[in-house]
Nanobody, 129 residues
């Protein structure tokens, strides 16, 4: 049975950092593109960063550019989201999911949420004073 588990969320002050983990069981993350998404209260879920099987990555606009990075640890079957210089507008529930149809992240990857599977339960990130 496939499970994706996100962890590492919490409450931090603006300017702080968190590293989120997306651990998969019953499934090899290596073979697919993996995306991190987030959903803030009252807003639609949006893409944050995507990583391909060759570790190329794409963001979704300028909101996290230069602050967030995505990476894989193939030995641990885990994808990470390193978040630095966090801002209040980063407050959201963060999810990871795998795109079973792709090995790379196309330019419109964030609009292809219907292609992503095995969504986890999410991890809450709260940025406030």
């Amino acid at each position: 049975q496939v499970h994706f588990v996100e962890s590492g969320g919490g409450s931090v002050q603006p300017g702080g950092s968190l590293r989120l983990s997306c651990a998969a069981s019953g499934f090899f993350l290596d073979y697919y593109a993996v995306g991190w998404f987030r959903q803030a209260p009252g807003k639609e879920r949006e893409g944050v960063l995507c990583i391909g099987t060759s570790d190329g990555s794409r963001d979704n606009g300028d909101s996290v550019k230069g602050r967030f990075t995505i990476s894989r640890d193939k030995a641990k079957n885990t994808v990470y989201l390193q978040m630095n210089n966090l801002k209040p507008e980063d407050t959201a529930v963060y999810y990871c999911a795998a795109n079973l149809m792709r090995v790379r992240c196309p330019e419109d990857w964030a609009a292809l949420q219907h292609e992503y599977s095995y969504w986890g339960q999410g991890t809450q990130v709260t940025v406030s004073l």
